[in-house]
């Protein structure tokens, strides 16, 4: 995507061919910073600090990350203890055990001297992979806006998201957000509802400065607004991204997916999850059993924002002492979706739809 008019993505190898750049997103939308990672510890710490965020993103800097780390040790024992630092860092975007899993898959039975090349072909596969993924979700959620554009004679298109499921939470495109940037660029008119997703503000800060920098209108609302607006007719279909997605069809995304799900389902707004392959966990059927992330309580006590004179601070918003849960996601059951979005076309939410997109899967696990 381009920014001020330079094309970029949302991580990238450097011309010294071994060091790894990526847009530090813990700055975004109040500067544009590019961050360098030059060792499996930045990776890993920038994972966790959510300086890269986003299911598919994580996957491929962990990707980057273990090529890192083998540039100082090649042996087996590393690879693996590797892995599982940059495993740990995040629970609840499979993607990120996609990766590694590739990653080492790549790596066995290669002569130690070939390992870092591999490591580092392997992690510009992934990545590069990511971008055509996206670009093919893009083009199958397309066809559902285009669908509504011809009722709306005109009119927008009227697309609720939550979270940031856009360019900058993949290598490129985004996964939700792709369709929708595929629609602006056909002249499709699409306005675009978005959720400010506490505590982190993806909704606020990525999602409404991705759209803002290619154009596509846009109104950012507050987390609570989604139910009132579909019952006034003002949301067409929700779109979302997800971190996790079971075989059986359930879906984990950032906290508050589930109560849009819930308020579409009851005002029949079509609710689609748009998910690369690599999201789809095949060792799980329930989504009771997918790990949730919960993360330190001073995320939802504080909020980050720019002061009138231009700084940038962070302010607490809750008494002292006041104690504060953060679950990070949620789980929204596949009866409330009414479709995947995918690399391979549009699927119902339910476990034989997604087999019928990947039949191979049928005899495995
Ligand atoms: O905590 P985050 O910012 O990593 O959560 C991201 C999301 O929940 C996205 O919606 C999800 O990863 C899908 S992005 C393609």
């Given at each position: 995507m381009n920014i001020?008019?330079?094309?970029?993505?949302?991580?990238?190898?450097?011309?010294?061919?071994?060091?790894?750049?990526?847009?530090?997103?813990?700055?975004?939308?109040?500067?544009?910073?590019?961050?360098?990672?030059?060792?499996?510890?930045?990776?890993?710490?920038?994972?966790?600090?959510?300086?890269?965020?986003?299911?598919?993103?994580?996957?491929?800097?962990?990707?980057?990350?273990?090529?890192?780390?083998?540039?100082?040790?090649?042996?087996?024992?590393?690879?693996?203890?590797?892995?599982?630092?940059?495993?740990?860092?995040?629970?609840?975007?499979?993607?990120?055990?996609?990766?590694?899993?590739?990653?080492?898959?790549?790596?066995?039975?290669?002569?130690?001297?070939?390992?870092?090349?591999?490591?580092?072909?392997?992690?510009?596969?992934?990545?590069?992979?990511?971008?055509?993924?996206?670009?093919?979700?893009?083009?199958?959620?397309?066809?559902?806006?285009?669908?509504?554009?011809?009722?709306?004679?005109?009119?927008?298109?009227?697309?609720?998201?939550?979270?940031?499921?856009g360019w900058l939470?993949?290598?490129?495109w985004g996964?939700?957000l792709a369709?929708i940037y595929m629609a602006h660029d056909?002249?499709?008119?699409v306005?675009v509802?978005?959720?400010?997703?506490?505590?982190?503000?993806?909704?606020?800060?990525?999602t409404a400065y991705e759209l803002g920098a290619h154009g596509v209108p846009h109104?950012?609302?507050?987390?609570?607004?989604?139910?009132?607006?579909?019952?006034?007719?003002?949301?067409?279909?929700?779109?979302?991204?997800?971190?996790?997605?079971?075989?059986?069809?359930?879906?984990?995304?950032?906290?508050?997916?589930?109560?849009?799900?819930?308020?579409?389902?009851?005002?029949?707004?079509?609710?689609?999850?748009?998910?690369?392959?690599?999201?789809?966990?095949?060792?799980?059927?329930?989504?009771?059993?997918?790990?949730?992330?919960?993360?330190?309580?001073?995320?939802?006590?504080?909020?980050?924002?720019?002061?009138?004179?231009?700084?940038?601070?962070?302010?607490?918003?809750?008494?002292?002492?006041?104690?504060?849960?953060?679950?990070?996601?949620?789980?929204?059951?596949?009866?409330?979706?009414?479709?995947?979005?995918?690399?391979?076309?549009?699927?119902?939410?339910?476990?034989?739809?997604?087999?019928?997109?990947?039949?191979?899967?049928?005899?495995?696990?």
């Open positions: 001020d008019g330079k094309p970029y993505r949302s991580i990238w190898l450097n011309d010294d061919g071994w060091s790894v750049s990526i847009i530090d997103q813990t700055k975004l939308p109040f500067a544009f910073e590019i961050a360098e990672l030059r060792s499996l510890e930045d990776a890993a710490r920038a994972i966790k600090t959510m300086q890269v965020r986003g299911a598919p993103l994580i996957g491929a800097t962990a990707a980057y990350g273990l090529a890192l780390g083998l540039r100082d040790d090649q042996s087996d024992n590393w690879i693996d203890d590797a892995a599982e630092i940059l495993n740990a860092t995040r629970p609840t975007a499979v993607n990120l055990k996609w990766a590694l899993d590739r990653m080492k898959e790549a790596l066995q039975n290669q002569p130690r001297e070939s390992r870092v090349a591999t490591a580092y072909e392997t992690a510009k596969e992934i990545s590069d992979e990511d971008v055509e993924v996206c670009r093919k979700i893009g083009e199958h959620g397309l066809g559902l806006i285009k669908a509504h554009a011809a009722r709306k004679k005109g009119e927008p298109v009227q697309i609720l998201t939550h979270c940031n499921a939470a993949t290598v490129d996964t939700a369709p056909e002249g499709i008119p306005h509802w978005v959720d400010e997703t506490r505590p982190r503000n993806q909704g606020a800060y990525l109104t950012l609302i507050a987390d609570n607004v989604g139910g009132h607006l579909m019952q006034h007719g003002k949301v067409d279909l929700c779109i979302v991204g997800t971190d996790r997605t079971t075989a059986g069809g359930d879906v984990a995304n950032k906290i508050g997916t589930y109560l849009k799900a819930l308020a579409a389902k009851d005002n029949d707004v079509p609710f689609f999850v748009a998910l690369p392959t690599s999201t789809i966990d095949w060792k799980l059927q329930s989504g009771a059993d997918i790990p949730i992330e919960e993360r330190g309580g001073e995320e939802v006590k504080y909020v980050t924002g720019k002061l009138p004179d231009g700084t940038v601070a962070r302010v607490e918003i809750a008494p002292d002492g006041t104690d504060a849960a953060n679950f990070a996601f949620d789980v929204t059951p596949r009866k409330m979706v009414t479709g995947f979005i995918t690399d391979r076309g549009v699927a119902p939410a339910t476990p034989d739809g997604l087999l019928r997109l990947y039949p191979e899967r049928m005899k495995k696990d």
